[in-house]
């Protein structure tokens, strides 16, 4: 077997491994502002905020202009299609708004979560037609990451073989185009919360789909130093009766990390999952304190967790913009200290803080 014909230039692999440790860069994470159209209406919703664009625009505004405290925290903000070509009342577009504050400007490029036929309920996520061109696009409309969405359920029969293979190879499939258009693919196989199941089953089941993930990049030839994974935390499901320690939820989060993950990846940025905000925070930051090597950056790709007290202290009013911001900068604080395992909770929660954010068979 003969190496590969390079898949990408060594400028390539340069500016893609560049963009991912800015990306995660100590204290930083991601802010997931990539709420599609469909999923922010309920967020909207749940606090009377009607779904137009205007009230789209205005929330997303008041996160992307939170005062220079947010600044050393994050490194990145993921944008839907539409947010990416909206402006602040300043009339600059949101992507000059984010990079003036430091972090770098990611897309969701996925179209969504499909059925798997023949399956029992399963999914694999669509939108790789055309994806060349659309990056290609939006790396010239300012986008330097991307994120597509696999999503595996927990049952006693699933995720089958099909459904954890399936999802690998359109993820590398993906992750692939990306790097030729000069963008470094966040790579997020999510493994929902929903279920009974305990956190040991939870760990099996996890690196079982990092496996196959990694297996499937390998196979298309994609650079690991210029990639993110996107992973769930172990954790128990939803409805497991046994209550589990944030130590015991590290430890089973970085020995699957470490049984799967090669040290060639920059940093993995753990999704939320339904998780309180203080809950994430607190889990994020005893992993960064679990007793095992870690040759990776361990941080936050935050939608709920980052967004939930705030959206709740906006409840749709221009008048409380401030008020919102405060409560956004506090998370983001928060999980910046934690990302270091320097998080300490104050007891001045907000509004949202300790509320569970789980939504059954969430779809985004």
Not at 87 to 110: N, T
Not at 121 to 126: A, D, K, M
């Amino acid at each position: 077997m003969s190496p590969p014909v390079p898949a990408l230039t060594p400028e390539q692999k340069k500016e893609l491994a560049a963009i991912a440790q800015r990306i995660v860069a100590p204290g930083k994470g991601i802010l997931a502002a990539d709420e599609s159209t469909g999923s922010i209406a309920k967020r909207l919703s749940s606090v009377g905020a009607e779904n137009t664009e205007e009230n789209r625009r205005w929330y997303r505004q008041l996160l992307f202009t939170a005062d220079s405290r947010v600044d050393p925290c994050i490194g990145g903000v993921i944008l839907f299609h539409e947010t990416l070509y909206q402006k602040a009342d300043d009339g600059r577009p949101f992507p000059e708004v984010i990079r003036s504050k430091g972090a770098l400007v990611g897309i969701k490029v996925d179209k969504g979560v499909v059925p798997l036929a023949g399956t029992n309920g399963e999914t694999t996520t669509q939108g790789l037609d055309g994806l060349m061109e659309r990056c290609a696009q939006y790396k010239k409309d300012g986008a330097d990451f991307a994120k597509w969405r696999c999503v595996l359920k927990i049952t006693e029969h699933t995720p089958t073989r099909l459904a954890i293979m399936e999802n690998a190879n359109v993820l590398a499939r993906y992750a692939s185009i990306c790097q030729q258009n000069g963008i470094v693919p966040i790579v997020e196989p999510e493994i929902l919360p929903d279920g009974d199941h305990d956190l040991k089953h939870c760990q099996y089941v996890t690196e079982k789909v990092l496996a196959a993930v990694y297996k499937a990049l390998s196979d298309h030839h994609v650079y690991l130093e210029g990639t993110l994974l996107k992973p769930n935390m172990v954790t128990p499901g939803h409805a497991c009766s046994k209550k589990y320690s944030p130590e015991e939820i590290a430890m089973a989060t970085v020995t699957a990390l470490r049984r799967t993950v090669p040290p060639a990846v920059p940093g993995i940025t753990f999704l939320s999952g339904g998780q309180s905000e203080e809950e994430a925070s607190i889990n994020l930051n005893a992993i960064n304190r679990c007793p095992l090597p870690r040759p990776w950056a361990l941080t936050f790709s935050y939608g709920r967790a980052l967004q939930a007290s705030a959206l709740r202290a906006w409840a749709g009013k221009k008048d409380n913009t401030k008020v919102a911001q405060e409560e956004y900068v506090k998370r983001a604080l928060a999980n910046s200290q934690a990302c270091q395992g320097q998080y300490a909770p104050s007891g001045t929660a907000g509004a949202a803080a300790t509320q569970s954010l789980f939504v059954s068979n969430h779809a985004y």
